[in-house]
């Protein structure tokens, strides 16, 4: 059974970092488009990273270009997000996904497997 499970998020003040982490089971990661998503009350779901499953070019939005950075760990079948100079506007609980039928996206509908989310808090 295919399984997602992030971790890492928490509580930052603003120009502070964190490392989210997607530990995929039942499937190997490297076959598969892996995206980060991120939604904040009252607001929709949105893309913020890929990573491609043909040969891991990777992704983001323009939001958090040159902040973030996303990275694939296959030994460990896991996906990171390095998060660097948070911003308040980038509190949201944070998912990632998986799917085997594209090579990249960051259109949240795209995406069959999702994990439960962890919450990303950046204040002072």
């Known amino acids: 059974q295919l399984q997602l499970v992030e971790s890492g998020g928490g509580l930052v003040q603003p120009g502070g970092s964190l490392r989210l982490s997607c530990a995929a089971s039942g499937f190997t990661l490297n076959y598969y488009a892996i995206g980060w998503f991120r939604q904040a009350p009252g607001k929709e779901r949105e893309g913020v990273s890929c990573i491609s499953s043909s040969d891991g070019t990777t992704y983001y939005a323009d939001s958090v270009k040159g902040r973030f950075t996303i990275s694939r760990d296959n030994a460990n079948n896991t996906v990171y997000l390095q998060m660097n100079t948070l911003k308040p506007e980038d509190t949201a609980v944070y998912y990632c996904?998986?799917?085997?039928?594209?090579?990249?996206?960051?259109?949240?509908?795209?995406?069959?497997?999702w994990g439960q989310g962890t919450q990303v808090t950046v204040s002072s």
């Open positions: 996904a998986a799917e085997s039928s594209l090579d990249w996206s960051l259109l949240p509908a795209d995406f069959g497997s």
